[in-house]
Each structure stands twice: as C-alpha cells, then as structure tokens.
C-alpha cells in the first residue's frame, strides 16, 4: 500500500479536523437546545413549547414536499444548478412555506393553542428552512468554525433571552433572523440571501429545471424521512400514549445522535464536491468517510449503551422500564447506519444521486419489512431491533454490491 505523501497527510489531518468540528456544532447546539427547553418547562413555558412542536414538525412534512433534495443540490451541485435552487426558493418553497404555516397556525389555533405563539413558531420554522441554504454556502466553503460559531452562538443567545423572560418562540424567532443577518455579513456577497430577490434563473421553466434536477435527491430526502419515522409510526397503531411518549424521547436521542455522525461524514463529501467542481483539492483515500463514520459511532455508540439506565432514568426519567433496552438496540444500529451513510455521502459528493437514492430506496424496503415483522411482535423492542436489522443486512447489501462494483 503506498503512504499518503506528507501534502496529503496534512490534507487527511484538515479534513478529520473539520469533522471534529462540524459534529461538535451539533452536539454543542442539541445542548443548548436541550437547555432552552428546560428552562423554558421550568418556567411553565408548556404552551410555548407545543406551539414550536407542531408548526415546525408540520411545516417539515411541507418543505421536503416542496424543496425535495433542492438544499442537497445547493451543497453539491454546480453554480448553475445552485442558481436554480435560488430560483425554486424564491418562487415556491419561501412562498408555500408562509402558506402553509398560516393553514397550520390557522389549525392548531382552531385547537386551543396561543396564536402568537404559532405565529411566532412559523417565523422559526422559515428561518430554520432559508438557514439551509446559508448553512450549505459556508459549507461548501469548508469554513464550519464559522458557521458552528454562528448557530451555536444564535442558541446560546435564544438562552438568555429565555432565561430573561421572552418567551421560547419568540427568543427563537429573534435569534434565528439575527443568525441569518450575521451570515450573510460573514459570507459576503456569495451568501444566497444576498443575492438578488429574482436572479437570473428565475423563470417558471428553471425552476421546473431545478425539480428535475434535484429529483433523484427528493427521493433520498423523502427516503432519510421515511426511515427517520417509519418505526415510530408503526408503533403507534399499536402502542398506547405511555409507550409511546418514552419510545418517542428514545427515538429521538437516537437521531440527534445520528445527526453528529452525519455532520461529521459531511466534511468529505464536500470536500469530494469541491474536488468535482474544480473549486477545491481533495486527495483523500475512499476508506476516510468510513474511517470518520467508525470514529464517530463506535465510541458514541459504546459510551451511550453503558450509560442507558441513567440516561433513561435519571437524565430523562422515563417511566417505562424497557426504554434503557430500546436505547441499547439503536446504539446497535448507529455504526451500522454510520457506515452506510458514509458510503452514500460520498456518491454524493461525486453527484451519483440516483445510486444514493437507490440505496436509500431499498434501505427503505428493508427497514418496513423489518418493522412489519417486528413492531406487531416485539412492540417498541420490536421497532428499535426493526431499525438495527435494517441498517445491518443494507450495509451488507452495499458492501457486496461495491466489492463487485470494483
């Protein structure tokens, strides 16, 4: 085996830099996050909190429908296809987002919830969306020192004005809108917000352009959504309130998890886009995703699955008594899902989108098979074993498939 010469040894040490710090952002933020909700509990703040949790969890369910894979394709793909993801912005997503979180204030508001609150809550949810955007563009420029300054900075801010007496939405909605404005000073004038309100590409064709050009990525962002809830949704036919509110904080953990391994294995993909695209040098070799991925899960997932009992019981005091086991099943998974996602990042990055997307497809296919036979046996145990099992015999699958491939 030939040794990375010393240029790429120090690029091997960036990049694995980099992805200490983007999945730090993560866990630095689900802390403060985590924080300004129990602040906001311990003063009675319950209201504030229901509103934020239906308008952002419907208006989710809304943006993948309209933008698909779009904030994907802004990361990845070229300056053209990235001026269509503006236009489709502009002309669908922002607009269908107001819409939609007035029908959704106007429901839940027909259901006994403050009205300013979800007022407040939708103003947070289209922050969080056209934060996606910015968030992509200091990306891409491999700055995530920035970036993780910047939003873990806007949630230590939404703290202390929580902690001040504003209430959550509205210290989330302050603090979001000033993140945006920071960004786009930091970015410059390539920040997309900046950018002219109708660019170039800003006719109904183009933006008909962007949805065919981001498609194969809908169908992965539809694909990571689906696989992110199908367990719990199945569950929930057939488990009562009680299960299910301590499956629900399980699952949950499991994700946000899940979500520093992603942050962190975003660092090569760019970094293999930047090489694409003639913007960047990346010389690293193709075990590094993979490297990163077991670097990232195995000690989580070991630390996580010694410390259940506490974590279940004394740090989120769930009253179920097998929630401690369900956390240990989905730390069975995570490296697991850490690897697989390695390797579709990275056909990513080199734009394979329909071979990610097909990969997630049948993740998919596997995982609702896994959860059919599971969730009506096992109940919640069912369900988390449902997971790990499907995210092992994919890998499998993906790993066959790429030692043939080579």
């Known amino acids: 085996m030939t040794l990375p010469s010393p240029a790429d040894q120090r690029g091997l040490l960036g990049l694995a830099r980099s992805s200490a710090i983007a999945g730090g952002a993560v866990v630095a933020n689900g802390l403060l ?27 989710a369910f809304v943006q993948i429908g309209l933008a698909g894979g779009s904030a994907m394709l802004y990361l990845n793909g070229t300056e053209p296809q990235r001026a269509l993801v503006r236009a489709q912005w502009t002309l669908v997503v922002v607009p269908g987002l107001l819409l ?58 939404s703290l202390l004005l929580v902690v001040a007496g504003v209430p959550l939405t509205v210290a989330l909605a302050v603090a979001g809108l000033a993140q945006l404005a920071a960004g786009e000073l930091v970015l410059g004038k390539d920040g997309s917000l900046r950018r002219q309100i109708f660019p170039r590409y800003s006719m109904l064709r183009d933006v008909a352009a962007a949805y065919r050009a981001g498609g194969p990525l809908f169908g992965y962002a539809a694909g990571d959504l689906y696989v992110a809830r199908a367990g719990t949704v ?13 499956f629900g904080a399980v699952a949950a953990a499991y994700q946000a998890i899940g979500g520093v391994v992603q942050s962190a ?54 009253p179920h008594p097998g929630a401690a ?35 997630f497809a049948l993740l998919a296919a596997v995982l ?39």
């Open 33 to 59: 996050s985590a924080a300004v909700l129990a602040v906001c509990a311990a003063m009675g703040q319950t209201a504030q909190i229901a509103a934020y949790t239906v308008v952002t969890s419907a208006l």
């Open 368 to 406: 609702t098979v896994c959860v059919a036979v599971g969730v009506p046996a096992f109940g919640a145990a069912g369900a988390a074993e449902a997971t790990a099992a499907a995210e092992a015999l994919t890998l499998a699958v993906l790993l066959v498939a790429r030692a043939r491939r080579v």
């Open 100 to 157: 939609g979180a007035v029908a959704v204030g106007a429901f839940y508001a027909g259901r006994g919830y403050d009205p300013s609150a979800l007022a407040a809550a939708g103003v947070v949810a289209l922050g969080n969306a056209l934060a996606q955007l910015q968030i992509a563009d200091f990306t891409r420029r491999m700055r995530f020192l920035a970036n993780a300054l910047l939003q873990c900075g806007s949630k230590a801010a």
């Open 265 to 318: 294995l975003q660092v090569p993909m760019i970094a293999r886009a930047r090489a694409r695209l003639g913007i960047g040098y990346s010389h690293h070799p193709a075990w590094f995703a993979v490297a990163v991925a077991l670097a990232c899960a195995v000690p989580m997932a070991a630390v996580v699955s010694v410390l259940a009992p506490v974590l279940t019981r004394t740090v989120l005091s769930l």
């Open 234 to 246: 199945a569950l929930s036919l057939v488990a009562g309130p009680a299960v299910m509110g301590s």
């Open 325 to 359: 086991g369900w956390l240990a099943l989905f730390m069975l998974a995570l490296p697991f899902m850490a690897v697989t996602r390695a390797l579709l990042f990275d056909w990513i990055g080199d734009a394979h989108y329909g071979r990610a997307t097909r990969a």
